[in-house]
Every structure is written in C-alpha cells, then in structure tokens.
C-alpha cells in the first residue's frame, strides 16, 4: 500500500510575498478580514495552522478607510492605563483623526490567533497614512480584495 504522508511546512522552506492594499473606501471589516487571512497564509496550498506561513501586507491611505451607517459616532475604543480608574475610551472619528494606523492595526490583530504566533503574524502587517509606503525595495504586487467600497 502507498501512504501519502501529510505536508507539515517548516519555517524555513515559506516563501514570502508582499501585497499592496489601497483601503480608500473599504468597510474596515471586511478589509480586516481578508487582510488578516493572507498574513496568516490560508490562501495558499501549505497552510498549516501552527505555522507563520503567511505573506507581508502593506495597507495605504489608512485615513480613508469607511465604516457603515453611524458606526463613526458610535464605535468605541477602549484602552486601560493598568490604574485605578484608568479606562480611556475614544470614539472612531477621534482615533481615525489621531492616529488612523491604529484603527486598521486593532481590527487586524483582533482576528488573529491570541497567543504566540498571532503576536509573530501581526508584525508582518505594515500600515501607512497616504499613498506611499517606504517598501519598494520589496517589489510589492497590488492586491484587489474584490470588496465593495462604501459610497461615500
């Protein structure tokens, strides 16, 4: 009898790209979503999930990022300074002001693993305010998501 074995990547033998994503009008959700799947690599063949097999995601124009109905007022963030009484909390429309890099960063982390390889996978995400990014040296491919944008 002939036992097929089952593929385990290594580390090592993962081939890595380098994707661009525009987020101009897209539901941060839904960019999130598919953003969060090609870090971890469950697009390609050799997927496994122990591994980092993922490839590099670099986001721009984070500024222009949309969320639907009266999510802008209404979504809160929330962070604690580790004192009594230290909860802070921020509306989108004030976190996509101040920091827009943070919006994106958050809602891809919240749908990676919680543990010691969604901490490595998370670091493969690149965010950028604007159009340009420092990571030409990379060759970096446009990737249509194939998401609906929100009219704005």
Request: proline share 7%; net charge positive.
């Amino acid at each position: 009898m002939n036992f097929q074995k089952t593929f385990a990547p290594k580390t090592i033998e993962v081939e890595r790209a380098w994707h661009v994503v525009d987020a101009t009008d897209m539901p941060l959700g839904r960019l999130a979503s598919e953003v969060a799947q090609i870090l971890r690599g469950k697009h390609k063949p050799t997927f496994a999930p122990h591994v980092d097999c993922g490839d590099f995601v670099i986001v721009v124009n984070s500024e222009k990022v949309a969320v639907t109905s009266d999510k802008s007022q209404a979504k809160i963030y929330y962070r604690h300074s580790g004192y009594p009484g230290g909860l802070k909390e921020e509306s989108f429309e004030r976190l996509i002001e101040r920091n827009p890099r943070v919006v994106i960063e958050r809602a891809v982390r919240g749908m990676l693993p919680k543990n010691r390889l969604g901490r490595k996978v998370i670091k493969k995400l690149k965010v950028h305010i604007g159009p340009d990014h420092p990571h030409e040296a990379q060759k970096p491919e446009p990737l249509d998501l194939k998401i609906r944008k929100v009219e704005s």
